[in-house]
């Protein structure tokens, strides 16, 4: 069982450009994470997806959009990168959606990202 | 505005006891979860406290007084594997994580 998986493991972009970042879990949890973890803050959150179909924002979601057309996958896309969305980025999942319980959350192996 | 308070790190020596605190001021409050990580990898889970008390697991405890929006992290016979930064995050109103910046811990022979 791989647990969650997401690739690239590492990637430089040059601004303006588009990037998706991929994420895909084997354990069928119902809601997935994006987190962004720069040197000194913690992990904040992107966006958030409850169940398969449904997405939500979180702290600091400008510049970045996802999609969960299935339960296993939930990428986030980068449309026209900028050198301020240079951080360490993970996924996440939990058995529980938002409001139903307090499930503990399990990371992907992050994803570094550099735009110049 | 919602806050966790860590200390950004700390120091100690290889067999002896740490504990790491935490404080918090959150929108609500559905637990709170200690987390570590590695260097260079994902946070990994520890401990999670809803109710006021100590949970203990093997070597590391956690405890937590809602009162008061303090918790602590207790690791005993540290181990130099256990050199880390070890991550609190509280549940909110929303059931959204809230978290903390971390104190990373270096521990010496």
């Known amino acids: 069982i791989a647990g969650i998986t997401q690739a690239p493991t590492s990637q430089i972009l040059a601004a303006g450009r588009r990037m998706t970042l991929r994420c895909t879990q084997d354990m069928r949890h119902n809601a997935m994470y994006w987190y962004r973890q720069d040197l000194g803050l913690g992990l904040r959150l992107i966006h958030y997806?409850?169940?398969?179909?449904?997405?939500g924002k979180g702290e600091v979601p400008d510049g970045y959009s996802v999609s969960r057309a299935n339960t296993d996958d939930f990428p986030l896309t980068l449309a026209s990168a900028v050198p301020s969305q240079t951080s360490v980025y993970f996924c996440?999942?939990?058995?529980?959606?938002?409001?139903?319980?307090?499930?503990?959350?399990?990371f992907g192996p992050g994803t570094r990202l550099t735009v110049l | 505005g919602q806050n966790i308070d860590q200390p950004t790190e700390m120091t100690a020596t290889e067999g002896a006891i740490v504990q790491i605190n935490c404080t918090y001021q959150t929108s609500g409050f559905n637990g709170l979860f200690w987390y570590q990580q590695h260097a260079g990898e994902a946070p990994t889970f520890l401990s999670y406290?809803?109710l006021d008390g100590l949970e203990e697991k093997g070597r590391f405890s956690s405890f937590l007084s809602r009162s008061k929006g303090y918790s602590y992290l207790l690791l005993k016979e540290l181990q130099m594997k256990d050199s880390a930064s070890y991550l609190c995050a509280v549940m909110d109103s929303n059931y959204q994580l809230i978290w903390g910046a971390g104190t990373k811990l270096i521990i010496k022979p």
């Open positions: 996440a999942s939990s058995d529980s959606a938002s409001g139903v319980g307090t499930d503990t959350q399990y």
């Open positions: 997806s409850n169940t398969a179909g449904t997405t």
């Open positions: 406290n809803v």
